[in-house]
């Protein structure tokens, strides 16, 4: 979910972190992965070094590595709120984070639920909402920024915006591009119900009709299903009826489809290292 966004007068890097999953289908990572991985870390690094903010909407370390705290030295950086609305788990990597970047920032505020302006371009923040449904996994912060007419939203990890709150912030920020982390569908019937599939299918549908998007990002955890497409007829639907491109962020980004993980068991079934 690491996104680069540049307004008229300031480079933003959210969520400047990789990871790997380190078992799927009772599998490692594949030798591609790891290949990739370190090709995006040096991506995000790159954007990173070039941002003026740098901002970490939780902390699980796909969305930021405590390992390199020089990334932060003289950023100004927004965080979700280390203390409050949060579980054990991240707040214990909060704790490690933050002490590892101690000194480091420009300025370093807790973001939840505020809104900061830095030139002509506005950051706003929504209050801490659900990683996904379940307040165990813990909570994010979603992103919007805007500048002039122009907005962009970064729901960080919804997994498809199922509750009300979540969906309450793109709608009342009313993006032109909105960046989501699509249903977790891989896990549909297990960790992920249909129930809350219905809810993110109709909440997606409503945002396409309601507000004025060019294009609708799907990504993250919703890649990790072969199927992703098939799952949400409904919103590629909708999507249709207005006008609205529905894309991955390979696709955004102007490159090919590279779903690893899901394939993971066929790549190491055929025994391929690919380019």
Not at 41 to 61: C, F, K, N, P, Q
Not at 68 to 77: A, Q, S, T
Not at 158 to 168: D, N, R, T, Y
Not at 237 to 251: F, I, L, M, P, S
Request: glycine fraction near 8%; charged fraction near 30%.
């Amino acid at each position: 979910m690491a996104t680069y966004v540049e307004t008229d007068d300031l480079r933003i890097l959210v969520d400047p972190g990789v990871s790997l999953a380190p078992l799927r289908y009772g599998l490692e990572p594949h030798p591609l992965e790891w290949r990739r991985l370190e090709e995006t870390w040096e991506a995000v690094r790159g954007y990173a070094e070039g941002s003026d903010v740098l901002i970490v909407t939780h902390y699980h370390y796909d969305h930021h590595d405590p390992a390199y705290p020089e990334l932060y030295m003289g950023k100004r950086v927004f965080i979700k709120d280390p203390k409050e609305n949060i579980n054990r788990s991240q707040r214990g990597r909060a704790s490690m984070f933050l002490e590892r970047v101690k000194g480091l920032p420009k300025e370093l505020r807790v973001a939840d639920g505020r809104g900061f302006q830095i030139g002509r371009t506005v950051i706003k923040f929504s209050g801490a909402v659900c990683h996904g449904t379940d307040p165990r996994l813990g909570y994010v912060v979603e992103v919007s920024i805007r500048n002039g007419h122009e907005g962009f939203l970064h729901t960080s990890d919804v997994e498809g915006a199922s509750l009300q709150e979540q969906i309450k912030f793109i709608l009342d920020e009313r993006p032109e591009i909105l960046f989501v982390d699509g249903p977790m569908t891989y896990m549909l019937g297990y960790r992920y119900s249909y129930e809350n599939l219905e809810l993110s299918k109709r909440n997606l549908a409503r945002a396409i009709r309601e507000l004025e998007l060019k294009t609708l990002v799907l990504d993250h955890h919703f890649l990790r299903d072969l199927n992703y497409s098939e799952r949400i007829k409904s919103v590629y639907e909708a999507a249709d009826e207005r006008g609205v491109k529905v894309q991955t962020a390979a696709e955004f980004s102007g490159r090919k489809i590279e779903m690893l993980e899901a394939n993971r068991r066929e790549l190491y079934e055929k025994g391929r290292i690919l380019a």
